[in-house]
């Protein structure tokens, strides 16, 4: 399974951004999928995870009401709406890629995932 990650890019504070991650190598639909983010010299972070029906969402704190995320299982893709970006926001953000088999508990945890994206990086400027 191929993930590949783009729309970052350089913004200012309160404007928007939609991420995009294109999978492929096997159905989409077999997964589930989840966005996360790496701040320089910080850990992982989670950011949003959906089902893959996309009828089942959830949100870190950090981003919950501001971002939203999607897919669209006949074009196999990822999406992830953030809008009202601040500073704090910049961060590579990576799409990761997870058998449904395995449930929709604890999406928030990364080392649940088997395949990532190469990551896009998102600067917010003040």
């Known amino acids: 399974v191929q993930l590949q990650a783009s729309g970052g890019g350089l913004v200012q504070a309160g404007d928007s951004l939609r991420l995009s991650c294109v999978v492929s190598?096997?159905?989409?639909?077999?997964?589930?999928m989840a966005w996360f983010r790496q701040a320089p010299g910080k850990g992982r972070e989670f950011v949003a995870a959906i089902n893959w029906t996309g009828g089942n969402t959830y949100y870190a704190d950090a981003v919950k009401g501001r971002s939203t995320i999607s897919r669209d299982n006949a074009k196999s893709t990822l999406y992830l709406q953030m809008n009202i970006l601040q500073p704090e926001d910049t961060a590579v953000y990576y799409c990761?890629?997870?058998?449904?088999?395995?449930?929709?508990?604890?999406?928030?945890?990364?080392?649940?995932?088997?395949?990532w994206g190469q990551g896009t990086q998102v600067t917010v400027s003040s």
């Open positions: 990761a890629a997870r058998e449904k088999r395995r449930g929709f508990s604890d999406a928030d945890l990364g080392d649940t995932y088997n395949y």
């Open positions: 190598g096997r159905t989409f639909t077999l997964y589930n």
